[in-house]
Protein backbone atom coordinates (compact mmCIF):
# COMPACT_ATOMS: atom_id res chain seq x y z
CA UNK A 1 0.00 0.00 0.00
CA UNK A 2 1.27 3.25 -0.82
CA UNK A 3 0.73 5.85 1.98
CA UNK A 4 0.65 9.85 1.24
CA UNK A 5 0.81 11.31 5.06
CA UNK A 6 0.85 14.41 6.31
CA UNK A 7 4.40 14.17 7.53
CA UNK A 8 5.59 13.26 4.34
CA UNK A 9 3.67 14.82 1.54
CA UNK A 10 2.06 17.51 3.03
CA UNK A 11 -0.37 18.37 0.31
CA UNK A 12 -1.82 15.30 -0.42
CA UNK A 13 -5.68 15.99 -1.78
CA UNK A 14 -8.63 14.15 -2.94
CA UNK A 15 -7.46 14.71 -6.58
CA UNK A 16 -3.90 13.87 -6.14
CA UNK A 17 -5.12 10.80 -4.49
CA UNK A 18 -7.02 10.09 -7.81
CA UNK A 19 -4.14 10.88 -9.80
CA UNK A 20 -2.14 8.07 -7.63
CA UNK A 21 -4.92 5.30 -8.39
CA UNK A 22 -5.16 6.37 -12.11
CA UNK A 23 -1.50 5.85 -12.47
CA UNK A 24 -1.69 2.79 -10.63
CA UNK A 25 -4.43 1.58 -13.03
CA UNK A 26 -2.27 1.84 -15.95
CA UNK A 27 0.63 -0.42 -14.40
CA UNK A 28 0.72 -4.18 -16.33
CA UNK A 29 -1.91 -6.11 -14.69
CA UNK A 30 0.62 -8.64 -13.35
CA UNK A 31 2.30 -5.54 -11.74
CA UNK A 32 -1.08 -4.80 -10.21
CA UNK A 33 -2.17 -8.05 -9.15
CA UNK A 34 1.07 -7.92 -6.87
CA UNK A 35 0.09 -4.91 -4.94
CA UNK A 36 -2.68 -3.04 -3.28
CA UNK A 37 -3.87 0.27 -5.34
CA UNK A 38 -5.50 2.05 -2.05
CA UNK A 39 -3.85 5.60 -1.74
CA UNK A 40 -4.33 6.79 1.82
CA UNK A 41 -4.09 10.35 1.59
CA UNK A 42 -4.81 12.76 4.54
CA UNK A 43 -4.67 16.62 3.76
CA UNK A 44 -3.31 18.99 6.64
CA UNK A 45 -5.84 21.14 8.42
CA UNK A 46 -4.38 24.28 6.69
CA UNK A 47 -5.41 22.72 3.43
CA UNK A 48 -9.32 22.33 4.56
CA UNK A 49 -10.01 25.28 6.92
CA UNK A 50 -8.42 28.08 5.07
CA UNK A 51 -9.66 30.50 3.14
CA UNK A 52 -7.70 32.33 0.44
CA UNK A 53 -7.15 36.19 0.79
CA UNK A 54 -5.91 39.20 -0.95
CA UNK A 55 -4.71 42.42 0.08
CA UNK A 56 -4.30 45.34 -2.09
CA UNK A 57 -0.98 47.33 -1.88
CA UNK A 58 -1.35 50.76 -4.02
CA UNK A 59 -1.34 54.55 -3.55
CA UNK A 60 -4.45 54.92 -5.87
CA UNK A 61 -7.16 55.77 -4.08
CA UNK A 62 -9.62 54.77 -7.01
CA UNK A 63 -7.77 50.59 -6.79
CA UNK A 64 -9.17 50.68 -3.13
CA UNK A 65 -12.70 51.86 -4.23
CA UNK A 66 -12.85 48.87 -7.13
CA UNK A 67 -11.62 46.23 -4.71
CA UNK A 68 -14.69 47.10 -2.30
CA UNK A 69 -17.24 47.09 -4.84
CA UNK A 70 -16.29 44.04 -6.05
CA UNK A 71 -15.90 42.32 -2.90
CA UNK A 72 -12.04 41.61 -3.64
CA UNK A 73 -10.75 42.95 0.01
CA UNK A 74 -10.91 45.74 2.03
CA UNK A 75 -7.32 45.15 3.41
CA UNK A 76 -4.57 47.90 2.09
CA UNK A 77 -1.03 48.02 2.48
CA UNK A 78 0.26 51.61 1.82
CA UNK A 79 3.14 53.97 2.37
CA UNK A 80 3.05 56.17 5.92
CA UNK A 81 3.15 58.98 3.62
CA UNK A 82 -0.67 57.59 1.60
CA UNK A 83 -1.88 56.71 5.12
CA UNK A 84 -3.67 59.91 5.77
CA UNK A 85 -5.20 60.42 2.42
CA UNK A 86 -6.45 56.81 2.82
CA UNK A 87 -8.51 57.46 5.91
CA UNK A 88 -9.91 60.67 4.51
CA UNK A 89 -11.46 58.86 1.31
CA UNK A 90 -12.11 55.09 1.81
CA UNK A 91 -13.29 52.89 4.53
CA UNK A 92 -10.83 50.17 4.45
CA UNK A 93 -8.65 48.72 6.88
CA UNK A 94 -5.21 50.44 6.34
CA UNK A 95 -2.03 48.62 7.10
CA UNK A 96 0.85 50.50 6.98
CA UNK A 97 4.21 49.08 5.41
CA UNK A 98 7.38 50.62 7.30
CA UNK A 99 11.05 51.09 5.98
CA UNK A 100 11.93 47.92 7.93
CA UNK A 101 9.35 45.58 5.89
CA UNK A 102 7.29 45.22 8.84
CA UNK A 103 3.32 45.55 8.37
CA UNK A 104 1.60 47.82 10.93
CA UNK A 105 -2.37 48.35 11.59
CA UNK A 106 -2.71 52.13 11.48
CA UNK A 107 -5.52 52.09 14.02
CA UNK A 108 -4.32 49.54 16.38
CA UNK A 109 -0.51 50.10 16.07
CA UNK A 110 -0.27 46.58 15.98
CA UNK A 111 2.37 44.20 13.90
CA UNK A 112 0.28 42.97 11.61
CA UNK A 113 3.13 40.91 9.32
CA UNK A 114 6.23 41.44 7.59
CA UNK A 115 7.81 41.39 4.05
CA UNK A 116 10.43 39.17 3.19
CA UNK A 117 12.39 40.25 -0.12
CA UNK A 118 14.02 37.34 -1.16
CA UNK A 119 16.94 37.91 -3.70
CA UNK A 120 19.28 34.91 -3.30
CA UNK A 121 18.46 31.10 -2.11
CA UNK A 122 19.86 32.13 0.98
CA UNK A 123 17.16 34.88 2.16
CA UNK A 124 14.63 32.51 1.02
CA UNK A 125 16.12 29.55 3.34
CA UNK A 126 16.23 31.86 6.15
CA UNK A 127 12.88 32.74 5.64
CA UNK A 128 11.91 28.89 5.61
CA UNK A 129 13.30 28.36 8.88
CA UNK A 130 11.81 31.20 10.79
CA UNK A 131 8.11 30.04 9.63
CA UNK A 132 7.84 27.40 12.84
CA UNK A 133 8.73 30.20 15.35
CA UNK A 134 6.47 32.94 13.71
CA UNK A 135 3.85 34.62 16.05
CA UNK A 136 0.29 34.03 16.02
CA UNK A 137 -1.30 35.96 13.66
CA UNK A 138 1.65 36.89 11.86
CA UNK A 139 1.76 37.47 7.48
CA UNK A 140 4.92 36.22 5.84
CA UNK A 141 4.48 38.08 2.75
CA UNK A 142 6.69 36.78 -0.30
CA UNK A 143 8.71 39.64 -2.49
CA UNK A 144 10.64 37.88 -4.77
CA UNK A 145 13.04 40.55 -6.65
CA UNK A 146 15.47 38.37 -7.96
CA UNK A 147 13.39 36.60 -11.04
CA UNK A 148 12.45 33.40 -8.96
CA UNK A 149 9.50 33.27 -8.05
CA UNK A 150 7.94 29.85 -8.57
CA UNK A 151 10.60 27.85 -6.30
CA UNK A 152 10.99 30.16 -3.76
CA UNK A 153 7.27 30.05 -3.41
CA UNK A 154 7.21 26.27 -3.03
CA UNK A 155 9.87 26.18 -0.79
CA UNK A 156 8.10 28.22 1.89
CA UNK A 157 5.06 26.53 0.91
CA UNK A 158 6.78 23.49 2.14
CA UNK A 159 7.98 25.32 5.35
CA UNK A 160 4.53 26.84 6.06
CA UNK A 161 2.80 23.22 5.59
CA UNK A 162 2.86 22.10 9.60
CA UNK A 163 2.42 25.65 11.14
CA UNK A 164 -0.83 26.91 12.77
CA UNK A 165 -3.13 28.14 10.53
CA UNK A 166 -2.98 31.68 11.39
CA UNK A 167 0.58 32.03 10.75
CA UNK A 168 0.04 33.05 6.94
CA UNK A 169 2.41 33.27 3.91
CA UNK A 170 1.28 35.82 1.22
CA UNK A 171 3.25 36.37 -1.97
CA UNK A 172 3.61 39.67 -3.78
CA UNK A 173 2.27 39.53 -7.40
CA UNK A 174 1.75 42.25 -10.35
CA UNK A 175 -1.41 40.47 -11.57
CA UNK A 176 -4.08 37.96 -12.14
CA UNK A 177 -2.15 35.41 -14.06
CA UNK A 178 0.60 35.62 -11.43
CA UNK A 179 -1.70 35.61 -8.43
CA UNK A 180 -3.12 31.92 -9.87
CA UNK A 181 0.71 30.66 -10.60
CA UNK A 182 1.58 31.62 -6.34
CA UNK A 183 -2.49 30.02 -5.09
CA UNK A 184 -1.14 26.90 -7.18
CA UNK A 185 2.37 26.35 -5.65
CA UNK A 186 2.90 23.04 -4.86
CA UNK A 187 -0.66 22.20 -5.24
CA UNK A 188 -1.47 23.86 -1.81
CA UNK A 189 -0.38 27.14 -2.64
CA UNK A 190 0.28 30.19 -0.63
CA UNK A 191 -2.56 31.52 1.80
CA UNK A 192 -3.49 34.57 0.05
CA UNK A 193 -1.61 37.00 -2.34
CA UNK A 194 -0.48 40.69 -1.70
CA UNK A 195 -1.78 42.99 -5.37
CA UNK A 196 1.14 45.39 -6.05
CA UNK A 197 -0.62 47.51 -8.31
CA UNK A 198 -1.96 51.58 -9.66
CA UNK A 199 -4.51 49.50 -12.24
CA UNK A 200 -8.26 49.41 -11.54
CA UNK A 201 -8.35 46.95 -14.57
CA UNK A 202 -5.94 44.44 -12.19
CA UNK A 203 -8.14 44.63 -9.79
CA UNK A 204 -10.93 43.22 -11.35
CA UNK A 205 -9.04 40.58 -13.27
CA UNK A 206 -7.92 39.67 -10.04
CA UNK A 207 -11.38 39.59 -8.82
CA UNK A 208 -12.73 37.68 -11.73
CA UNK A 209 -9.97 35.30 -11.15
CA UNK A 210 -10.54 34.87 -7.63
CA UNK A 211 -13.96 33.58 -7.91
CA UNK A 212 -12.89 30.41 -10.42
CA UNK A 213 -9.43 29.87 -8.67
CA UNK A 214 -8.04 26.60 -7.73
CA UNK A 215 -10.02 24.55 -9.68
CA UNK A 216 -13.28 25.14 -7.79
CA UNK A 217 -15.75 27.07 -9.26
CA UNK A 218 -18.64 29.22 -7.81
CA UNK A 219 -21.17 28.07 -10.30
CA UNK A 220 -23.23 25.27 -8.98
CA UNK A 221 -25.33 23.72 -12.00
CA UNK A 222 -28.55 22.15 -11.90
CA UNK A 223 -28.45 19.18 -13.49
CA UNK A 224 -31.97 17.38 -14.31
CA UNK A 225 -32.35 13.78 -15.69
CA UNK A 226 -34.03 13.60 -19.36
CA UNK A 227 -35.84 10.43 -21.03
CA UNK A 228 -33.83 9.27 -24.23
CA UNK A 229 -36.39 8.74 -26.75
CA UNK A 230 -33.96 7.71 -29.59
CA UNK A 231 -30.04 6.49 -30.46
CA UNK A 232 -29.48 6.38 -33.92
CA UNK A 233 -26.24 5.18 -35.93
CA UNK A 234 -25.29 8.54 -38.20
CA UNK A 235 -22.44 7.58 -39.81
CA UNK A 236 -18.88 8.95 -39.74
CA UNK A 237 -17.71 12.42 -38.11
CA UNK A 238 -14.87 14.44 -36.92
CA UNK A 239 -15.12 13.97 -33.53
CA UNK A 240 -12.78 15.50 -30.47
CA UNK A 241 -11.10 13.85 -27.90
CA UNK A 242 -10.65 16.80 -25.06
CA UNK A 243 -7.86 15.84 -22.73
CA UNK A 244 -7.80 17.82 -19.65
CA UNK A 245 -4.62 19.34 -17.73
CA UNK A 246 -6.13 17.53 -14.95
CA UNK A 247 -7.34 14.21 -13.95
CA UNK A 248 -11.24 13.84 -14.00
CA UNK A 249 -13.13 12.05 -10.64
CA UNK A 250 -15.54 9.25 -11.16
CA UNK A 251 -18.86 11.29 -11.86
CA UNK A 252 -17.05 14.01 -13.56
CA UNK A 253 -16.70 14.81 -17.12
CA UNK A 254 -18.00 18.09 -20.19
CA UNK A 255 -21.49 19.68 -20.75
CA UNK A 256 -22.03 18.92 -24.26
CA UNK A 257 -24.48 18.97 -26.80
CA UNK A 258 -26.02 19.74 -30.14
CA UNK A 259 -28.17 22.62 -29.14
CA UNK A 260 -26.69 25.29 -26.49
CA UNK A 261 -30.45 25.05 -24.49
CA UNK A 262 -29.26 21.62 -23.38
CA UNK A 263 -26.45 19.78 -22.74
CA UNK A 264 -25.16 16.70 -21.88
CA UNK A 265 -23.15 15.52 -19.06
CA UNK A 266 -20.50 13.59 -20.75
CA UNK A 267 -18.64 11.07 -18.74
CA UNK A 268 -14.81 10.74 -18.62
CA UNK A 269 -12.70 7.85 -19.99
CA UNK A 270 -11.85 6.84 -16.38
CA UNK A 271 -13.62 3.89 -16.36
CA UNK A 272 -12.05 0.22 -16.00
CA UNK A 273 -12.94 -1.71 -18.96
CA UNK A 274 -10.45 -4.22 -19.66
CA UNK A 275 -9.96 -3.71 -23.58
CA UNK A 276 -8.22 -0.34 -22.94
CA UNK A 277 -6.55 1.54 -20.29
CA UNK A 278 -8.48 4.17 -18.68
CA UNK A 279 -7.79 7.67 -19.87
CA UNK A 280 -8.43 9.86 -16.95
CA UNK A 281 -7.71 13.14 -18.29
CA UNK A 282 -9.99 12.43 -21.46
CA UNK A 283 -13.52 13.59 -22.30
CA UNK A 284 -14.61 12.00 -26.06
CA UNK A 285 -16.75 14.72 -26.69
CA UNK A 286 -18.27 14.73 -29.90
CA UNK A 287 -18.39 16.74 -33.20
CA UNK A 288 -16.66 19.70 -34.18
CA UNK A 289 -19.91 21.95 -33.85
CA UNK A 290 -20.84 20.87 -30.66
CA UNK A 291 -21.28 23.06 -28.08
CA UNK A 292 -19.40 22.81 -24.69
CA UNK A 293 -20.21 24.79 -21.16
CA UNK A 294 -17.12 26.88 -20.60
CA UNK A 295 -16.84 28.98 -17.44
CA UNK A 296 -18.47 32.05 -16.36
CA UNK A 297 -22.13 30.70 -18.18
CA UNK A 298 -20.72 30.68 -21.17
CA UNK A 299 -20.29 27.84 -24.11
CA UNK A 300 -17.75 27.22 -27.00
CA UNK A 301 -17.90 25.15 -30.19
CA UNK A 302 -15.64 22.21 -29.29
CA UNK A 303 -13.54 23.04 -32.80
CA UNK A 304 -12.57 26.78 -30.99
CA UNK A 305 -11.08 24.55 -27.79
CA UNK A 306 -6.98 23.96 -27.85
CA UNK A 307 -4.07 23.63 -25.73
CA UNK A 308 -4.56 26.10 -23.11
CA UNK A 309 -8.07 26.98 -23.16
CA UNK A 310 -10.62 26.94 -19.86
CA UNK A 311 -13.03 24.39 -19.93
CA UNK A 312 -15.64 23.18 -17.03
CA UNK A 313 -15.46 20.28 -15.45
CA UNK A 314 -19.07 19.25 -14.00
CA UNK A 315 -19.35 16.49 -11.93
CA UNK A 316 -23.32 14.78 -11.38
CA UNK A 317 -24.18 16.94 -8.00
CA UNK A 318 -23.56 19.96 -9.86
CA UNK A 319 -20.58 20.81 -8.76
CA UNK A 320 -18.00 22.66 -11.24
CA UNK A 321 -14.39 23.59 -11.37
CA UNK A 322 -12.33 25.02 -14.39
CA UNK A 323 -9.45 22.93 -15.88
CA UNK A 324 -7.47 23.74 -18.69
CA UNK A 325 -7.05 22.11 -21.61
CA UNK A 326 -3.85 20.27 -22.59
CA UNK A 327 -4.53 18.96 -26.25
CA UNK A 328 -7.82 18.38 -28.48
CA UNK A 329 -7.51 15.12 -30.76
CA UNK A 330 -9.53 15.13 -33.26
CA UNK A 331 -10.25 12.17 -35.29
CA UNK A 332 -13.12 10.66 -37.73
CA UNK A 333 -15.44 8.00 -36.21
CA UNK A 334 -18.60 6.38 -36.42
CA UNK A 335 -21.00 8.46 -34.33
CA UNK A 336 -24.52 8.03 -32.52
CA UNK A 337 -27.42 10.97 -32.28
CA UNK A 338 -28.74 10.17 -29.45
CA UNK A 339 -32.34 12.56 -28.57
CA UNK A 340 -34.38 13.21 -25.54
CA UNK A 341 -37.42 14.88 -24.60
CA UNK A 342 -36.27 18.40 -22.97
CA UNK A 343 -36.85 18.43 -19.16
CA UNK A 344 -39.60 21.24 -19.38
CA UNK A 345 -42.06 19.30 -21.12
CA UNK A 346 -42.36 18.32 -25.07
CA UNK A 347 -43.86 21.70 -26.04
CA UNK A 348 -39.94 22.86 -25.68
CA UNK A 349 -38.92 20.94 -28.40
CA UNK A 350 -36.37 17.80 -28.43
CA UNK A 351 -32.44 17.41 -26.87
CA UNK A 352 -29.68 16.06 -29.21
CA UNK A 353 -25.93 15.15 -29.32
CA UNK A 354 -23.84 13.47 -31.67
CA UNK A 355 -21.42 11.16 -29.71
CA UNK A 356 -18.98 8.50 -30.91
CA UNK A 357 -20.27 5.00 -31.49
CA UNK A 358 -17.60 3.55 -28.72
CA UNK A 359 -18.42 1.02 -25.74
CA UNK A 360 -16.10 3.71 -23.73
CA UNK A 361 -18.16 6.74 -24.51
CA UNK A 362 -20.68 7.06 -21.67
CA UNK A 363 -23.26 8.99 -20.48
CA UNK A 364 -24.43 9.75 -16.79
CA UNK A 365 -27.67 8.48 -15.21
CA UNK A 366 -29.59 10.72 -12.21
CA UNK A 367 -27.28 9.58 -9.02
CA UNK A 368 -24.23 9.52 -10.81
CA UNK A 369 -23.81 6.32 -12.23
CA UNK A 370 -22.74 6.39 -15.94
CA UNK A 371 -24.10 4.31 -18.99
CA UNK A 372 -22.45 3.50 -22.24
CA UNK A 373 -23.68 4.93 -25.46
CA UNK A 374 -23.74 0.91 -26.79
CA UNK A 375 -26.30 0.38 -24.23
CA UNK A 376 -28.32 3.23 -23.77
CA UNK A 377 -32.03 2.23 -25.03
CA UNK A 378 -35.26 4.90 -25.52
CA UNK A 379 -36.69 4.93 -21.97
CA UNK A 380 -33.25 5.23 -19.90
CA UNK A 381 -32.82 8.74 -17.99
CA UNK A 382 -29.47 11.00 -18.48
CA UNK A 383 -28.56 14.35 -17.02
CA UNK A 384 -28.44 17.42 -19.07
CA UNK A 385 -28.13 21.11 -18.26
CA UNK A 386 -30.63 23.40 -19.44
CA UNK A 387 -30.75 27.07 -20.35
CA UNK A 388 -33.46 28.58 -22.34
CA UNK A 389 -31.62 31.40 -23.92
CA UNK A 390 -30.10 32.06 -27.22
CA UNK A 391 -26.37 32.43 -27.64
CA UNK A 392 -23.90 35.00 -29.63
CA UNK A 393 -19.75 34.16 -29.64
CA UNK A 394 -20.75 32.07 -26.16
CA UNK A 395 -22.97 34.83 -24.52
CA UNK A 396 -26.64 34.32 -23.26
CA UNK A 397 -28.60 36.66 -24.70
CA UNK A 398 -32.13 37.60 -24.57
CA UNK A 399 -34.19 36.67 -27.66
CA UNK A 400 -37.81 37.00 -28.90
CA UNK A 401 -38.05 33.77 -30.99
CA UNK A 402 -34.96 31.12 -31.83
CA UNK A 403 -34.59 27.84 -32.91
CA UNK A 404 -32.09 24.66 -32.50
CA UNK A 405 -33.54 21.56 -34.14
Same mark, same amino acid.
Given at each position: ??????????????????????????????????????????????????????????????????????????????????????????????????????????????????????????????????????????? /???????????????? /??????????????????????????????????????? /???????????????????????????????????????????????????????????????????????????????????????????????????????????LSELRCGSEIL?????????????????????????????????????????? /?????????????????????????????????????????????DAWLER
Open positions: MVQCVSHTVPHCSPRMASTARSLASHAPPTARARRSDTIVCRASKRDRDRARQCWLQTSNVQCVQTAAELALTTTVVCAARDAETFAKSVNCELLVAEDDGSIVDRVQGARRGAFAVIRSPEECARAAAAAASRRDGDV /LVMDCVDGWSIIPAEN /LVAAFAGTPIDRALFACVHDAAEARVMLEALETGVDGVC /LRTNDPAEVRALADAMRSFGGESSEKLELVPARVTAVKRVGAGDRCAVDAATNFELGEGMLVGSFASGLFLIHAENIECGYVNTRPFRVNAGPTASYVRAPNGKTSYVCAADGRTRVANVARVKMERRSMLMIEADHPSGPDVGTLAVL /LQNAETCRLVRPGGAHVSVAELVPGDEVLVVCDRVARHTGVAVEE
